[in-house]
């Protein structure tokens, strides 16, 4: 039995009391007076969640698992960080983390933490996400992060055990990773849902449930395993609804205006339409300030959306449903939606997973109106009808667990020790052709053994690698490669003599890039007889060469097992770099800057990455490369480099590239 708390209460109150007697925890310190940021502190104790704040401290001491519900712009997640510090949770070198399903959220929030609390971002307010590190461990005790970036800190520290608290925000968008967070977890480790829209008694059922409940302990100190609900009160303004029959040619007074479009291309193709619009003599659009939001977008573009609105302008901004409750955007009165938003869907008998514009759910749809609502009374633009929203959008969205690839969730389950996937407590389970099916790809790939365990070829993208080269004739050449990439390097770590390896390198090296100097070195171990003093005298590591071997020995008798056969291309190394496109594809790069260690962008998400020290191409710089994997010191360096022809790319992954970016026709 869950408990709920009455909203507008200044201190909780029970409305299930079944126990009573409730001691209320208040924090250590008030809040005002700590900062000389005297009316930004005023702001912060105007938000609906202040209220709340000895209810929220309270609920999070006592209990293992707490949700706050509260409408978007409420200060759940630029707050109750806060708070908790506040109250004593970032003491003893603990962090205190916040997720957030998408980056450009987390780097918002966490500046404006940042700036809250008068520090400098990457001090005691920090954020991570793919690519990008701005903390400072040791110092940072608020840290905003993807969950995404938070699970893959779980395959190394399962426990988490640097974080007292662990916020993950925007829960209602179930992404595969918050679903993928919602496991056993430290027995004192406090969990906080939040969201806007969240089914709280479905996530709180699940809660109770007996498995979720973490290991109960004796001790003064281990919190009850029940949740607590807690919801916080919005301030909303009415919005007033208008569905498409209506005509809504003028909009008069002022407020800035939010449209909801699909993705990156409609979004600036609806920019580029209304600058041209703006630039016409006597066009209405020219008090406009059109701007666009979506995940990729460069932060100088980001923060002008976020800065208040000129004189005698008005902000239009077209975004996807990042705009829907992740960020708030202060002034908007008029929404647009689209009624459309682009989503994941995996399909388990074709084994396609694709990014498609599909119809968003009444739950969306309110909460996109909802946006109108900030600052006054504001008023939304459907455009569909009524009759389509009463009786055609689904009530809520599709959990990105049920419509997605689970191949990668799967591998991911299974790293964090949870091997019984079949009989394992989804909050939504997917459907069983899906889960079924990533079984069988992944036994099929050699990443579970017979036992269903993880073998050490865990990595969905070699794996794939293997896969091609059987197609394209040099799976024995490939799976050398794949043996040497699956351990962490076949040199002697050679501190202060970097001379003497670089000029060991060139011996071997191939101008195709890292992986055929590998086979090339494989080749001169076995001329050697295997032998340990040829590795010494080449700088490299014997004992690693001998893991390789071992790997090796691994995957043939796999491959033999999945009825391949083990083929050579002998010289022709073409085949060979075809196969590794074909499991890598998604790691391809283009190099932006020339010079000693040239600029390159991924093509994915036009991340800026170098070529790391260690790589034959170091000095090179083809102008295309795919990379193996990312490591990140000063910059992100990329390891294990091949040049490869942009071609190659549409070839092995139409659809992917078609899909997410497509390469500018001139190359
Ligand atoms: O998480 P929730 O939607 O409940 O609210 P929030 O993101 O914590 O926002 C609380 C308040 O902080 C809002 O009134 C925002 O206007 C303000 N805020 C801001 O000014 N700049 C940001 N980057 C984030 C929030
Ligand atoms: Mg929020």
Redesign the pocket.
Same mark, same amino acid.
């Given at each position: 039995m869950s408990r709920f708390w009455k909203p507008g209460a200044e201190r909780p109150q029970l409305l299930d009391d079944e126990e009573g007697g409730v001691i209320f925890f208040s924090a250590p310190s008030s809040a005002a007076g700590l900062y000389g940021y005297a009316n930004l502190e005023r =702001?912060r104790q105007r938000?609906p969640?202040y209220k709340f704040r000895t209810a929220i401290l309270y609920l999070v001491e006592k209990h293992a698992t707490s949700i706050v519900v509260? &409408?978007?712009?409420?200060?759940?997640?630029? =707050?109750i960080p806060q708070y908790l510090k506040e109250a004593g949770w970032a003491e003893g070198g603990r962090v205190i983390a916040c997720t957030q399903p998408r980056r450009l959220a987390v780097q918002?929030?966490a500046?404006?933490v940042a700036e809250e609390m008068g520090v400098k971002l990457g001090e005691e307010v920090g954020y991570t996400i793919r690519f990008e590190d701005v903390t400072n461990p040791g110092v940072t005790v608020i840290k905003f992060l993807t969950d995404g970036v938070l699970l893959r800190e779980m395959m190394d520290d399962p426990l988490l055990t640097k974080y007292s608290v662990i916020m993950v925000?925007e829960a209602h968008e179930r992404s595969l990773s918050t679903d993928t967070l919602f496991q056993r977890r430290r027995p004192d480790l406090r969990l906080i849902i939040?969201s806007?829209t969240i089914e709280a008694k479905s996530m709180s059922a699940f809660f109770s449930s007996s498995k979720k409940r973490p290991i109960q302990v004796p001790g003064d100190h281990i919190p009850e395993a029940v949740p607590a609900i807690i919801s916080v009160e919005g301030k909303g303004f009415p919005v007033e609804i208008h569905y498409s029959e209506e005509s809504f040619s003028n909009y008069e007074p002022a407020g800035d205006i939010l449209v909801f479009l699909t993705g990156q291309d409609d979004i600036e193709a609806a920019v580029r339409l209304l600058m041209e619009d703006g630039q016409a003599p006597e066009s209405r659009s020219s008090g406009l300030l059109i701007l666009p939001l979506y995940s990729g977008l460069p932060r100088a573009e980001q923060d002008l959306v976020?800065s208040p609105t000129p004189k005698g302008k008005r902000k239009v901004i077209i975004s996807t449903n990042i705009a829907e409750?992740s960020?708030?955007l &202060?002034g908007v009165v008029y929404v647009v939606d689209s009624g459309f938003s682009k989503q994941r869907f995996y399909n388990p008998i074709s084994d396609i997973e694709n990014l498609v514009v599909a119809p968003i759910s009444k739950a969306s749809a309110r909460q996109r109106a909802g946006r109108a609502g900030?600052v006054r009374p504001g008023k939304c633009f459907r455009l569909y009808t009524e009759e389509y929203f009463v009786k055609e959008m689904p009530n809520e969205g599709i959990p990105e667990m049920q419509r997605s690839n689970l191949v990668s969730c799967v591998i991911q389950l299974k790293s964090l020790g949870i091997d019984n996937i079949l009989g394992f407590d989804w909050i939504s389970p997917p459907a069983p052709e899906s889960m079924i099916r990533a079984l069988e790809v992944l036994y099929s790939l050699g990443v579970l053994d017979d036992d269903a365990k993880l073998t050490t070829l865990l990595d969905p993208m070699i794996s794939k690698m293997i896969l091609s080269a059987n197609e394209y004739g040099c799976s024995e050449e490939v799976i050398t490669i794949a043996a040497v990439l699956s351990i962490q390097s076949i040199w002697v770590s050679m501190r202060g003599a970097q001379r003497e390896l670089d000029d060991v390198k060139l011996r071997f090296a191939a101008a195709e890039g890292d992986h055929i100097t590998y086979l090339n070195i494989y080749k001169g171990f076995l001329n050697s007889g295997k032998s340990p003093q040829w590795c010494h005298k080449n700088f490299i590591n014997y004992q690693a060469m001998k893991k390789v071997l071992e790997i090796r020995e691994q995957l043939i008798k796999l491959l033999k097992r999945l009825g391949m056969i083990l083929k050579s291309c002998e010289k022709d190394t073409l085949a060979i770099r075809k196969a590794i496109v074909a499991g890598f594809f998604a790691h391809a790069c283009r190099l932006e800057t020339f010079g000693q260690n040239g600029m390159y962008k991924t093509l994915r998400s036009s991340q800026e990455v170098h070529i790391h020290p260690s790589s034959v191409l170091f000095r090179v710089n083809p102008k295309w490369v795919i990379y193996n994997s990312i490591v990140s010191t000063d910059r992100q360096y990329m390891r294990h480099v091949l040049a490869i022809d942009p071609s190659w790319l549409t070839e092995a992954a139409p659809h992917f590239y078609q899909l997410q970016k497509p390469y500018p026709a001139a190359y």
């Open positions: =702001q938000l969640v509260g &409408e978007t712009g409420s200060g759940k997640t630029t =707050q918002s929030v500046s404006r925000d939040s806007a976020f409750t960020l708030t &202060e900030r």
